[in-house]
T-cell receptor
């Protein structure tokens, strides 16, 4: 099992450009998440999904969009990139969202710089 | 609301003990602990639930004080491999939880 994989690992964008961060998991988890981690800070939830076709906003959704067409894939779309979106982005998945059963498995992250 | 972790950073010699605290202003149902090594993804350590017992494996354990809305992570006889940043994530309800993570505690273990 590869677990959670993310591409690309690094990316530099110019202000106003758009891109999609890819995330795939092979654990058949229904629940998937996107977080951003700013330098020296904790993880902030951007969006999450409870299954194919169902997504919802987290703490910091502005400037991002997501889709979930399959159980395995949960891409994150950045439209009109801004310097404030410079961060490390982590995708995660879990078997459940219920307390006690929601251990999250994280991907290796994508380091994004917007100049 | 984001939980507050203390201390923000700690430096120890190998073999020493450390305690990391995670406090919330809201009533918690669960606390998760994760460790992140530099440049890597966070890795799950353990979950503590309201009304549950103190947990631990090897020399890393944690407790959950419901009255104080605080969890503490205990690392005893620390090893070099324990170095990293420790995050707590808090959940407020028993059902579907969106975790809110603290700002992290950086632990450095020196030989």
């Amino acid at each position: 099992n590869a677990g959670v994989t993310q591409t690309p690992k690094f990316r530099i964008l110019k202000i106003g450009q758009s891109m999609t961060l890819q995330c795939t998991q092979d654990m058949n988890h229904n629940y998937m998440y996107w977080y951003r981690q700013d330098p020296g800070m904790g993880l902030k939830l951007i969006y999450y999904s409870v299954g194919a076709g169902i997504t919802d906003k987290g703490e910091v959704p502005n400037g991002y969009n997501v889709s979930r067409s399959t159980t395995e894939d949960f891409p994150l779309r950045l439209e009109l990139a801004a310097p404030s979106q410079t961060s490390v982005y982590f995708c995660a998945s879990s078997y459940s969202m219920a307390a006690g059963d929601n251990e999250q498995f994280f991907g290796p992250g994508t380091r994004l710089t917007v100049l | 609301q984001q939980p507050v972790q203390s201390p923000q950073a700690v430096i120890l010699r190998e073999g020493e003990d450390a305690v990391i605290n995670c406090s919330s202003s809201k009533a918690l149902y669960s606390v998760h602990w994760y460790r992140q090594k530099h440049g890597e993804a966070p890795v799950f350590l353990m979950i503590l639930l309201k009304g549950g017992e103190q947990k631990g494996h090897e020399k890393i354990s944690a407790s959950f004080n419901e009255k104080k809305q605080q969890s503490s992570l205990y690392l005893t006889a620390s090893q070099l491999s324990y170095s990293g940043t420790y995050f707590c994530g808090t959940g407020l309800i028993q059902g579907a939880q969106k975790l809110v993570f603290g700002q992290g505690t950086r632990l450095t273990i020196n030989p």
